[in-house]
């Protein structure tokens, strides 16, 4: 079955780095768009970013553009998340995401979560 397993969140300092990996199995990742999505304490579940089954495209949400990169690397089954200049309202817990669609319906898979704290 699909399974999602993220990695690389910690407590980071304002204005620093982190990368997120999430490594995938259980279906075939190379055909499949994949997303980063996060979620802070007392807020929805909000869209990070999403990149095309290739890697060739790309999307962010506003509040993300510039500051985060979303890659994947099809032979390793994994996409990543490089988050740089972060700040505080950054903290969330990070999921990574993959939608399929089978007889029409569009089921979501998420993975278990990794948290990120952006604090000094």
């Known amino acids: 079955q699909v399974q999602l397993v993220e990695s690389g969140g910690g407590l980071v300092q304002p204005g620093g780095s982190l990368r997120l990996s999430c490594a995938a199995s259980g279906f075939t990742f190379s055909t499949y768009a994949m997303s980063w999505y996060r979620q802070a304490p007392g807020k929805e579940r909000e869209l990070v970013a999403t990149v095309s089954s290739t890697g060739r495209s790309t999307n962010y949400a506003d509040s993300m553009k510039g500051r985060f990169t979303i890659s994947r690397d099809n032979a390793k089954n994994t996409v990543f998340l490089q988050m740089n200049s972060l700040k505080p309202e950054d903290t969330a817990v990070y999921y990574c995401?993959?939608?399929?669609?089978?007889?029409?319906?569009?089921?979501?898979?998420w993975g278990q979560g990794t948290q990120v704290t952006v604090s000094s």
């Open positions: 995401n993959t939608k399929k669609v089978t007889y029409g319906r569009t089921y979501d898979y």
